[in-house]
């Protein structure tokens, strides 16, 4: 089955979120950091949580990161996501700060569709790295692979 989803959401890009869909088009996952107190946060927006601060650095990270909740949505779903159901939906902890967290899927492999994993052998805790997939023209999506 292929990894693309007829018909699936996409997220809106602007110009505080631009950066990071560049980076995942590069095959590079960034985050924000402030660029006054070196806060990093995610997801991106214009202000600084910590110090109010507007100005704003990007940084790649390792793509490296732990499992640290997931759910399986049961229906009703969204209509593109019936044809996949089930599937998982991952919460990452980054191993550079692991506040800073990420939702995606856990897929068997880069290619792989969002329902490729059993749910039932996702373990709270395991060792994740970041793949990239392309989910249309302008975004390409971090989804996770067992690391």
Known sequence: MSPMIDNAPLPAVDETSQPFWDGTALGELRVQRC???GTRRFPPRPMC???QSLDVEWEAMSGRATVWSFIVPHPPLLPAFMPVA???VIVVALDEDPA??????LIAD???SINSVDPATITIGEAVRVVFQPA???IVLPRWVRA
Do not use: H, I, K, Q
């Not at 800073?100 to 899927?105: D, S």
């Open 35 to 37: 660029a006054a107190c």
């Open 49 to 51: 949580p910590a110090c």
């Open 86 to 88: 089930p599937y998982n």
């Open 100 to 105: 800073l967290r990420m939702v995606g899927n």
């Open 110 to 112: 880069a290619d792989a």
């Open 136 to 138: 249309g023209e302008e």
